[in-house]
């Protein structure tokens, strides 16, 4: 029998949570990232908030959804192959993430109650999932 | 000096700045150092005060409620207690909606903006922002608008709208009036189809009479008028001279400018008086103006002189008539009335035009005037016009003797309540014109006797003692625009039986007149414009071959 497998330890090295939770994020994303708008559509027409103000907040926004698709796309990519150099990328754009979503939390010009959960969540996800990509590339690089 | 002149204007430019603790906001408090009724929170109020309380205006005081959680002052009254107390809490209020605002960055979200002080470095942008009647952000286009709207001179000066001032040459035609203080201004323009009559001083000396300008005719004739594509002059149409002791004559030829000059010591040809009358079409156009003076001498002790000027519009091809009102009555002013001539409705009606505008007093219901000394006889002629819309009650006193007969005084006491010529028609609208004869109204004549009132019937003389005119008016045309027009006058004589006095005594009564209004408007019915209807007819050949 030709077992591609002989010669090599059985050992797959790719990370099946960090796996499960970069799905369960994507699919939360996109929850996020429809909430928030709607959110902000809301708050524009009930608060007062100036054009000036209301550019910025739809900027990040959609800046941070332009960063979270090559962010998890990598990080399938580089847990599936279980190459670092994705996955470290995927661990950079996150950083970056990271910090918009602080943005959304602290510096929005309104900040309600429901963004306050929806950013503690996202924020939580992120923190997880940075620290299961650090494993995953320690493993790898191993 | 300059640091300090710097920093109070500093100061004086920015606002004192807005309270935002709740506990010591109090939105009830009104009145300073003075405790305000109900009014749970003003510091000013004591405990005997808030023990004569009923009921907490101002309940609580929070800031906006969308808010997560914020403070909040309670402010209530505790009527169990003897006296009642006021109780104050300040209690954490919390919003349990998931969309409350938990954080804000925007400062100015929670308040009121801080309106501009204005400096002199931003006022001119601050009034063009909020000097006009609204507010509009797009402020820049209506001006372009507007801007463009102004240069074409020919459409503006055409047509001319009620109250907008005629336009001359190099400004506006002119009518000196006295402005604050009895002295003449010159800026006072005259305002299309507004007949304005005005008295000022002026202030002259004879060794510059010729070179005063106000006291010369040119003054008032130079810059003819901007009518339509072509100017109006203005034409001298008479010329009156009034002497040092206030005769007038006219002068034969009016066409010869009289500039005033220096004679025997006196200011010859001075302007006393301008009366201005200019004619318009139906459709606003000026097309022509002429100015009647009056020139006068001015003596050498003379330090000013009084001039009055006036200004009439009349509509070309009409009678200068005074109007009442375009169509409606305009409360305040007379009501018109006049009469009809012999063998109506046959004759032309020129005629009633003739008879019913021949002089002034005709053309008014004039109702008795009281004077200070009260007595009938003695006042005799003394008439006050009936202004619309305004009730009015008159008398006077009758001091009947024994010596009196009866007729005459009847028909003294007549004339007295009625005055010298009583019209018979009354204008149903303030711009009736003579022509129209079914926009009059009749007046209706009735009698009442006194004696009638109470049973019994007694061929006796009877004297009129009052005279009531009863008006009824209506609202007439359109809901958003009603003009009054006048439907009926009765008019009401009132008699009552003279009782013979013995001899050397003598009795007084009364004799009144009054004028009521009515407004007997039915209330108004909304009309609608009719569905469209469509409007499809076959064409007659339609179904050729067929039928």
Known sequence: LFSPWKGRTSEILSSLPLHILLYVNGIYYIFYFLATLAMIIYKSQVFSYPDDLLAPDLAVLFLMAILEVPRLYLGFKGNLTEAEAPLGLSLGLTVGSVVLCVYQLLWQTYVLQADVLLNAVLLSAYGLESGLKVTAIAAFVS | ?547
């Open chain 2, 1 to 547: 000096p300059v640091d300090t002149r710097d920093a109070t204007q500093a100061r004086l430019r920015s606002l004192p700045a807005p309270i935002t603790d709740v506990s010591r906001l109090c939105v009830c408090d009104l009145l300073v150092a003075q405790c305000d009724t109900n009014c749970c929170c003003d510091p000013d109020c004591s405990a005997q005060d808030f023990g004569l309380f009923t009921a907490c205006s101002v309940p609580v005081v929070t800031g906006d409620s969308r808010l997560c959680s914020q403070k909040a002052a309670v402010y209530s009254l505790d009527v169990e207690a003897n006296p009642p107390e006021r109780i104050f809490k300040l209690i954490d209020q919390v919003n349990p909606s998931i969309f409350c605002i938990h954080a804000t960055n925007y400062k100015q979200a929670l308040y009121l903006k801080s309106p501009e002080i204005p400096t002199a470095e931003n006022f001119d942008q601050l009034l063009d922002k909020f000097g006009g009647a609204t507010f509009s952000a797009e402020l820049d286009s209506w001006n372009l608008d507007t801007d463009a709207q102004n240069p074409p001179d020919a459409n503006e000066t055409s047509r001319y709208e009620y109250g907008v001032p005629v336009q001359t040459e190099d400004a506006f035609l002119r009518l000196p009036s006295p402005v604050v203080s009895s002295w003449c201004s010159d800026a006072n323009p005259a305002g299309f189809l507004v007949n304005q009559a005005t008295k000022c001083i002026r202030s002259v000396s004879v060794e510059k009479c010729d070179s005063v300008q106000a006291l010369s005719m040119l003054f008032y004739i130079n810059s003819s008028i901007l009518a339509s594509v072509f100017q109006v002059n203005i034409t001298v149409q008479s010329i009156a001279v009034q002497s040092l002791n206030g005769t007038r004559s006219l002068v034969s030829s009016s066409d010869v400018l009289r500039l005033p000059m220096v004679l025997d010591e006196l200011c010859i040809n001075a302007v006393l008086g301008v009366n201005y009358h200019i004619t318009y079409t139906d459709t606003g156009e000026i097309i022509g103006a002429a100015a009647a003076f009056v020139l006068g001498a001015i003596s050498k002790e003379a330090l000013s002189i009084e001039q009055s000027f006036e200004i009439s519009f009349t509509q070309e091809n009409t009678q200068p008539v005074p109007l009442s009102g375009n169509p409606g009555y305009v409360v305040g002013l007379p009501v018109r009335a006049g009469f009809q001539p012999q063998g109506y409705p046959f004759p032309a009606a020129f005629l009633f035009a003739a008879l019913a505008l021949s002089s002034n007093k005709h053309r008014q219901l004039t109702i008795l005037q009281s004077t200070s000394s009260q007595d009938c006889l003695a006042a005799q002629g003394a008439r006050a016009p009936v202004l619309f819309g305004y009730n009015m009650i008159s008398g006077c006193k009758l001091r009947i003797t024994a010596a009196m007969q009866c007729q005459p005084l009847a028909q003294t006491l007549l004339d007295v309540l009625k005055g010298q010529s009583f019209p018979e028609y009354v204008a149903s609208f303030g711009n009736s014109q003579a022509q129209d004869v079914l926009d009059w109204v009749p007046i209706t004549q009735l009698h009442i006797s006194e004696q009638m009132i109470s049973g019994t019937l007694q061929s006796s003389c009877q004297i009129p003692v009052s005279l009531g005119i009863e008006v009824k008016w209506t609202k007439y045309g359109s809901l958003v625009n009603p003009q009054a027009r006048i439907v009926n006058v009765t008019a009401t004589i009132t008699t009552s039986t003279l009782k013979q006095l013995a001899s050397g005594r003598e009795r007084i009564i009364p004799i009144t007149s009054s004028v009521v209004f009515t407004d007997i408007s039915s209330p108004a019915e909304p009309s609608y414009k009719a569905w469209p209807t469509i409007n499809i007819k076959l064409p007659f050949d339609f179904f050729y071959p067929f039928v």
